[in-house]
T-cell receptor
Framework: DVKVTQSSRYLVKRTGEKVFLECVQD?????MFWYRQDPGLGLRLIYF???????EKGDIPEGYSVSREKKERFSLILESASTNQTSMYLC??????????FGPGTRLTVL | QQQVKQSPQSLIVQKGGISIINCAYE??????FPWYQQFPGKGPALLIA?????SEKKEGRFTISFNKSAKQFSLHIMDSQPGDSATYFC????????????FGTGTRLTIIP
């Protein structure tokens, strides 16, 4: 089975902290994605990567950056966390033009 | 701008009944319409998907109906079971090579005995 793992299930950070969310997939997928999920808003794409060191902005990239140094790992970075970034963060991966497999999510609280 | 509108926000259906969730889209370039199912504490998982060259796709108790002219698609769950209780998201993507999925806002489905 495809496995997408996220480094933490729950995370609590302070305003202004730099936050790293890590995602690892074990299926050699080219594509990796970061979404945030908020009640009433569904899933919104933050960034995605279609190859190592390649990235493309999603619908809500402001306040976030990403890093993909290895094919299996995709990191989401909050340079200076703010309270409006409190959310559930979901990582996904896929082959091109194929279904996306999601990780279990990281619930981030910024105080 | 919400490009995929989903309704209802929540739905309660009796066991054995039919659950229907509707989505409407605006971007005529969309050419792939998946539905994802999410249980509490889990990430979403692909349930069923359709491309606009067919008007209906069925997999077991789950059916997608697609109306290209109306820019609408819907998920029907026949003989709904308590194990179907979950949040369902419709999504769309398009333009060959465009990997971005635009999701609806989700429907929380509860099946009661």
């Amino acid at each position: 089975d495809v496995k997408v793992t996220q480094s933490s299930r729950y995370l609590v950070k302070r305003t202004g902290e730099k936050v790293f969310l890590e995602c690892v997939q074990d299926m050699d997928h080219e594509n990796m994605f970061w979404y945030r999920q908020d009640p009433g808003l569904g899933l919104r794409l933050i960034y995605f990567s279609y190859d190592v060191k390649m990235k493309e902005k999603g619908d809500i990239p402001e306040g976030y950056s990403v890093s993909r140094e290895k094919k299996e790992r995709f990191s989401l970075i909050l340079e200076s966390a703010s309270t409006n970034q409190t959310s559930m963060y979901l990582c996904a991966s896929s082959f091109p033009r194929s279904k996306q497999f999601f990780g279990p999510g990281t619930r981030l609280t910024v105080l | 701008q919400q490009q995929v509108k989903q309704s209802p926000q929540s739905l309660i259906v009796q066991k054995g009944g039919i659950s229907i969730i509707n989505c409407a889209y605006e971007n005529t370039a969309f050419d792939y319409f998946p539905w994802y199912q999410q249980f509490p504490g889990k990430g979403p998982a692909l349930l069923i998907a359709i491309r606009p060259d067919v008007s209906e796709k069925k997999e077991g108790r789950f059916t997608i109906s697609f109306n290209k002219s109306a820019k609408q698609f819907s998920l029907h769950i026949m003989d709904s079971q308590p194990g179907d209780s979950a949040t369902y998201f419709c999504a769309a993507s398009g333009d060959f090579g465009n990997e971005k999925l635009t999701f609806g806002t989700g429907t929380r489905l509860t099946i009661i005995p």
